[in-house]
């Protein structure tokens, strides 16, 4: 064993290297099998089961994945004279092993911590196995020789054979300090002179061995103060048990954010670690309507339109009341009930007429009644489908009207706009107070006073015809010129 020092050496110095990982060492105590050319089951026999010892080193490498090196001496053997079958043949051998092996190790649970006592585990790896193997043919010299023996005896095979082991155990801590392996393994040595017996037996099968062992091993090497299983000089969290996902710090509410990133460490959550009912990109906290999404701008709250006027409630002087634009949103008032809104009656509380403003007119006797001179009339103008822009016939028939006025001063004039049924009522009522504006601007422009003018918009009330057809609707698109 003491020439085996250096490779053994060899072989352990790639842990030493990576000493910043948990390590662990221990020694090995357990049994050797062997399945050979003088074993008759195909699994091996215990028949002969020799001593197995030997020492190992472990890096943990994480919480599932450990590196190990091998160190271990044993002896298998084998006889004839330990089956019937083969009694008459009357072999048998032995050879002293030393084998250097490094292993990867999977813990399927997770490695061993404080909070976690028990794993099983898988390994597989390579090596060497030295061997001296001494066969004995039980012939003397007057013996005729049995088929192969001679060949065998003469034969010129390795002694140091490749072997890959591979197998499982279970891992058992026992403190904080001390662990307990138990293990069985399989060693193919990929030759048919493990035991120096192949032409003259068996030889179209290779040996193997086997070893079942345990061994109690010391870890030491790194501090680990919250017992994770990750030395506190790798673990962000050296004082609060973490997870190997985290770099060693605690996930409290599970959302994939370790506590030291996490805003809301006690609450899953996705923006900062913070919970998002509404999935408005605003998180609950901040949000004035966690349970309803909306805009930053805002405060998270969804826009509002109570009374379904297409005016927000905040923009809307009258949230509960539907009314237009024009108004803030507050209905067109009419005290009066006479059809003319409040804003345009010089007589709001009394009903009266629109000839003469919204305020009633007086009886006057017929002995004092003037006949008042015919008063001219002015075409309608009449408008394309959602247009209220002035072409050039609007304007001619507008600059008759503005002549009138001017060489009359005792005219004024109603400028009256309509639509036809097409869109709702609230977006035809100012699309007919625009078509009157429009006028009423463009006989200020000509000179008119607007103390002799006024205007205002009925929408599709007071249709000139049915609208029924496209001919009737275009009657209904006018701005009518009434003077007085």
């Known amino acids: 064993m003491k020439h085996q020092l250096l490779p053994l050496l060899l072989l352990l110095l790639p842990l030493f290297t990576i000493a910043q990982y948990r390590m662990e060492g221990g020694i090995l105590l357990g049994a050797s099998t062997y399945q050979g050319d003088l074993a008759v089951p195909n699994i091996g026999t215990l028949q002969e089961a020799n001593l197995a010892y030997g020492l190992h080193l472990r890096a943990n490498i994480n919480q599932h994945l450990s590196i190990r090196a091998v160190a271990l001496q ?15 043949r009357n072999f048998s051998f032995s050879t002293n092993i030393n084998e250097l092996s490094l292993l990867l190790e999977w813990n399927l649970l997770s490695n061993l911590t404080p909070n976690n006592r028990f794993t099983p585990y898988l390994f597989a790896g390579a090596g060497a196995a030295f061997t001296d193997p001494s066969p004995n043919f039980n012939s003397n010299d007057t013996d005729v020789p049995k088929n192969g023996v001679r060949e065998d005896l003469n034969a010129d095979y390795q002694t140091t054979r490749m072997v890959v082991p591979f197998g499982m155990g279970v891992k058992v ?3 904080e300090r001390l662990h307990l392996d138990l293990e069985a393994g399989l060693r193919p040595t990929f030759t048919d002179y493990l035991d120096g017996v192949s032409l003259s037996a068996n030889p179209d099968k290779n040996d193997w061995y086997g070893i079942l062992a345990t061994s109690l091993n010391y870890v030491w090497n790194t501090a680990d103060s919250d017992h994770d299983g990750i030395p506190d000089h790798k673990d962000m969290c050296p004082d609060a048990p973490g997870q190997g996902i985290h770099q060693g710090c605690p996930d409290t509410d599970v959302d994939g954010i370790p506590d030291k990133d996490d805003l809301c460490p006690t609450f899953p959550g996705t923006i900062n670690g913070c919970p998002d009912s509404d ?3 605003i998180v609950d906290h901040a949000d004035q309507c966690p349970q309803e999404a909306g805009p930053a701008s805002r405060g998270g709250c969804p826009q509002k339109d109570t009374d379904g006027d297409g005016i927000i409630d905040e923009e809307d002087a009258c949230p509960d009341k539907i009314g237009p ?12 009930r006479d ?23 007086e009886t006057v006797p017929v002995k004092d009644i003037e006949v008042a001179p015919a008063v001219p009339s002015i075409q309608n103008l009449y408008f394309e489908t959602n247009d209220a822009q002035l072409s050039s016939t609007h304007k001619n028939i507008l600059d008759k009207a503005a002549h009138i006025l001017a060489t009359n001063s005792e005219y004024v004039l109603l400028i009256k706009g309509f639509t036809d049924n097409v869109g709702d009522n609230i977006s035809n009522l100012q699309l007919s107070r625009s078509r009157a504006q429009s006028c009423f601007e463009y006989l200020l422009k000509k000179g008119i006073s607007s103390s002799r003018m006024q205007y205002g918009g009925y929408g599709e009330k007071m249709p000139a015809a049915p609208n029924d057809i496209p001919s009737n609707r275009q009657l209904n698109r006018r701005v009518e010129l009434v003077i007085q």
Do not use: H, M
């Open 173 to 175: 801590g026992l403190s």
């Open 74 to 88: 044993t002896k298998i053997s084998g006889s004839d004279q330990n089956f019937d079958q083969l009694a008459s």
């Open 279 to 281: 999935e408005d990109g």
């Open 339 to 361: 059809g003319i809104a409040d804003e345009r009656d010089q007589c709001p509380e009394v009903a009266g007429s629109r000839a003469n403003f919204g305020c009633p007119e």
């Open 325 to 336: 634009a024009s108004r803030n949103g507050c209905p067109v008032i009419d005290t009066d």
